[in-house]
């Protein structure tokens, strides 16, 4: 079956402005999970729903950054007037129920770039 | 809090080679552990997992045993591939929680 799909896979963005990440999770996933990974480092974690509810924004960096996934299924990653240090891969990963033993499914991440 | 350490890499070795990279961690009670594997132009993978104390994971040949005395989940492989050329990422979820602590991973290449 189909696994976690990104979109777009690259942005190029200009310093300032706002953009927005696209995640498909694998069908019927309850849980959701967005990580951060700069360049030569492992993926940092920023916020986690289990279907609509978002549980856990603890890792969101700033206020610029905002997450929703209003149906429980495709979630959107926002960046408010990006900032060169936004650069990195934005990973998202989703898993079937909410259970702590659950195995999280990672997509191929979007790749920003902020000039 | 909650951290992990993987050896540095890049770690380069030649086919049939016995592979170590190391893991250690920090974390309060009994976290689960993960080895997370990135292939060229992929997504991460899960490649094992231990969740309890002497638990050993393994897949692929690869293995890893969760040692709470020495806080490592070090990764083996007695025989490497070429295709077993990937960054690697050492991971933990702490009791009780969701999201995964990540280390910051170790580029493995094979030469044939």
């Known amino acids: 079956g189909a696994g976690v799909s990104q979109s777009p896979r690259y942005k190029v963005a200009k310093r300032g402005q706002d953009v927005a990440l696209r995640c498909d999770p694998i069908?019927?996933?309850?849980?959701l999970f967005w990580y951060q990974q700069a360049l030569g480092q492992g993926p940092e974690f920023l916020t986690y729903?289990?279907?609509?509810?978002?549980?856990?924004k603890s890792g969101l960096p700033s206020d610029r950054f905002f997450a929703e996934r209003p149906e429980g299924s495709v979630s959107t990653l926002k960046i408010q007037r990006t900032q060169q240090e936004d650069s990195a891969v934005y990973l998202c990963a989703s898993s079937l129920l909410a259970g702590l033993q659950e195995t999280q499914y990672f997509g191929p991440g979007t790749r920003l770039l902020v000039l | 809090g909650n951290s992990v350490t993987q050896m540095e890499g890049p770690v380069t070795l030649s086919e049939e080679a016995f592979l170590t990279i190391n893991c250690t961690y920090t974390?309060?009670?009994?976290?689960?552990l993960f080895w997370y594997v990135q292939y060229p132009g992929e997504g991460l993978q899960l490649l094992l997992k231990a969740t309890k104390a002497d638990d050993k994971g393994s897949n692929k040949g690869f293995e890893a045993t969760y040692r709470k005395e020495t806080t490592s989940f070090h990764l083996e492989k007695g025989s490497v591939q070429v295709s077993d050329s990937a960054v690697y990422f050492c991971?933990?979820?702490?009791?009780?929680?969701?999201?995964?602590?990540f280390g910051q991973g170790t580029r493995l290449t094979i030469n044939p």
């Open positions: 991971a933990l979820r702490r009791q009780g929680a969701q999201k995964l602590v």
């Open positions: 974390a309060t009670g009994y976290p689960s």
């Open positions: 729903f289990q279907n609509e509810a978002q549980l856990d």
């Open positions: 069908s019927g996933h309850v849980s």
